[in-house]
């Protein structure tokens, strides 16, 4: 049965007919190749190599002539799961003119179905995957029966928008049967992976107008706290740049610390008062530092201490984390601030 349905090989000396050409045409010319390879192994009985064939040319080329020979061959290796599937694939696709290899695939297929269970899964709605125990076979409405081996199965079905559903067989074999699978519609909050029931907006109060305007001042004051720091920074840098250039100049001039004591000499005045003018500069700086630090600490403070949780439709959520606030000095050569950090 296996080499009784094959095709007119291109190029034959004997003239084809129509059907014998499109056939051969439909195949790629390695499927062909596979396919002859399959049909000389089969010849022989080496059934083992003229599956690998076969199923190597179905990869390629899905044409029903193939399903045919590897359905047989399936049957002679004792698969007989996968004989009733090609050979029922061959059925459906094969013309009603190939009257003698139906009658021989028919008998190959009735074998195999003495092995195995045949169920007609009917699934609505249509267009849902249908699986069996837990591999995809394909969507409803299938093109041919679920067959399985003998033992315990699970045929389910699953589509967007439904809850999953599953039918337990229990598979005997050469027993028909039919499983139904009704699909139910998801519950809203579960279609399209989460819809949940809005939450009506909380009106603004007086409280909240007022935490708002803190938090908005206190980040407002904070900033130009740390801006002026900032800029007092850079000009005591300044002053102390001038302050060294005018002791440089002194010392060029053999003038040393203490032919300034009385401020006599040309140009000790203006170092002392360039000196004197760092100090303040970087001083403000640090104050300016420090008050804008504790100023965005303590509006950081407040915001996390009057934070509410938002309401939701958990009627008893999780309580927050406490808050936590980090202050670190940071202190260097012309650097002076706070670094300040926080958490919800």
């Known amino acids: 049965m296996a080499v009784a349905l094959t095709a007119q090989v291109a190029g034959a000396q004997q003239?084809?007919?129509?059907?014998?050409a499109g056939e051969t045409d439909a195949l790629t010319d390695k499927a062909r190749q596979l396919y002859e390879e399959g049909r000389q192994a089969a010849a022989a009985g080496k059934w083992a190599d003229a599956h690998a064939s076969f199923l190597a040319a179905w990869a390629i080329k899905p044409h029903y002539q193939i399903a045919s020979n590897l359905g047989v061959a399936c049957l002679k290796?004792?698969?007989y799961r996968d004989a009733a599937e090609y050979l029922s694939r061959y059925l459906r696709e094969a013309p009603a003119t190939k009257v003698n290899e139906r009658q021989n695939a028919e008998a190959s297929l009735k074998e195999a179905l003495a092995k195995?269970?045949?169920v007609t899964v009917q699934v609505t709605p249509a267009g849902a995957e249908v699986t069996v125990d837990g591999a995809v076979v394909g969507k409803a409405p299938l093109a041919d029966r679920v067959f399985l081996?003998?033992?315990?199965?699970?045929?389910?079905?699953?589509l967007e928008g439904y809850t999953p559903a599953t039918h337990p067989v229990a598979a005997v074999a050469g027993r028909a049967e039919t499983v139904t699978v009704q699909l139910e519609r998801a519950p809203a909050a579960q279609i399209g992976g989460g819809v949940h029931t809005p939450i009506p907006p909380r009106l603004e109060t007086p409280r909240?107008?007022?935490?708002t305007a803190v938090l908005v001042g206190g980040g407002i004051a904070a900033g130009v706290?740390?801006?002026?720091?900032?800029?007092?920074?850079?000009?005591?840098?300044g002053r102390a740049s001038d302050a060294e250039d005018k002791r440089q100049a002194l010392l060029d001039k053999r003038y040393t610390d203490s032919s300034c004591r009385g401020m006599t000499r040309p140009g000790c005045k203006d170092l002392r008062d360039t000196v004197y003018a760092r100090v303040d500069l970087s001083n403000a700086a640090f104050w300016s530092f420090v008050a804008g630090g504790a100023i965005g600490a303590g509006t950081l403070v407040y915001g996390l201490v009057t934070t509410k949780p938002v309401e939701g439709p958990d009627p008893n959520p999780p309580p927050p984390p406490p808050p936590s606030v980090r202050i670190v000095p940071l202190l260097g050569p012309g650097v002076a601030g706070l670094s300040l950090s926080g958490k919800l």
């Open 225 to 237: 706290g740390v801006a002026a720091g900032v800029v007092l920074t850079v000009m005591a840098n």
């Open 149 to 158: 081996d003998p033992g315990k199965h699970e045929i389910g079905a699953k």
């Open 116 to 118: 195995v269970a045949s």
């Open 208 to 211: 909240d107008k007022v935490r």
């Open 77 to 79: 290796l004792g698969k």
């Open 15 to 20: 003239p084809s007919t129509a059907a014998a």
